[in-house]
């Protein structure tokens, strides 16, 4: 089976070391086993080099792991695919249903 459940996020603040924060912390993805990887939000294929570290309640960092600079800006969208789905639904109240591309 393909991956079904994404949280979007977004970029709030880059850093002049390359790291990204985004909107999207443990009250929004659970990490019990272990961080969420980041997606392309066209094809939906892990994004390479890019990991996703724990920045509290409300904020996750990305950062590269190959050295090379990280392309965000603030206002971006990012999609986070948890690495436990069960725990990650039991925060969110609703959902976004997404099929075909189209929302409902």
Same mark, same amino acid.
């Given at each position: 089976?393909?991956?079904?459940?994404?949280?979007?996020?977004?970029?709030?603040?880059?850093?002049?070391?390359?790291?990204?924060?985004?909107? =999207?912390?443990?009250? =929004?993805?659970?990490?019990?086993? *272990? =961080?969420?990887?980041?997606?392309?939000?066209?094809?939906?294929?892990?994004?390479?080099?890019?990991? %996703?570290?724990?920045?509290?309640?409300?904020? *996750?960092?990305?950062?590269?792991?190959? *050295?090379?600079?990280?392309? %965000?800006?603030?206002?971006?969208?990012?999609?986070?695919?948890?690495?436990?789905?069960?725990?990650?639904?039991?925060?969110?109240? %609703?959902?976004?249903?997404?099929?075909?591309?189209? =929302? *409902?």
């Amino acid at each position: 089976f393909s991956p079904s459940l994404f949280i979007l996020s977004t970029v709030v603040s880059v850093s002049e070391q390359g790291w990204a924060v985004v909107d =999207a912390g443990m009250k =929004a993805v659970s990490l019990d086993s *272990g =961080a969420p990887r980041i997606v392309t939000l066209d094809t939906l294929k892990h994004v390479p080099n890019v990991e %996703y570290i724990c920045g509290g309640d409300e904020h *996750g960092i990305l950062k590269k792991t190959d *050295g090379s600079p990280l392309r %965000y800006s603030v206002g971006d969208m990012v999609l986070l695919q948890p690495g436990h789905c069960d725990p990650t639904v039991n925060l969110h109240d %609703y959902f976004t249903v997404v099929s075909k591309r189209q =929302a *409902g």
